[in-house]
């Protein structure tokens, strides 16, 4: 699903740096990978380092509000994935 936003180098499109909103919800959803999905590995080195980026550079308080609270709330700072087993 993730592969209609990369190039044909199988990177993601720049385009997409573009898109704070879909940037986030792009960086979010990749925590919701399991171990060896190396699209969504990439999605989260992608959006870190593009919205880190963009948090230097971002002119409205909203948007750097934005962001920087969904940083807190997701990577490192979210809780544990439930387990079926």
């Not at 909103?21 to 870190?48: P, W």
Request: hydrophobic share 40%; aromatic share 12%.
């Amino acid at each position: 699903i993730f592969d209609r936003f990369k190039n044909e180098k199988g990177e993601f499109k720049s385009r997409l740096c573009d898109d704070i909103e879909g940037l986030l919800q792009l960086y979010e959803t990749s925590f919701l990978s399991m171990e060896g999905e190396s699209t969504l590995e990439m999605a989260t080195e992608f959006t870190m380092n593009t919205l880190m980026i963009k948090l230097v550079l971002i002119s409205s308080i909203l948007d750097w509000c934005t962001m920087a609270w969904s940083f807190h709330c997701t990577g490192p700072y979210r809780g544990q994935r439930l387990d079926d087993s």
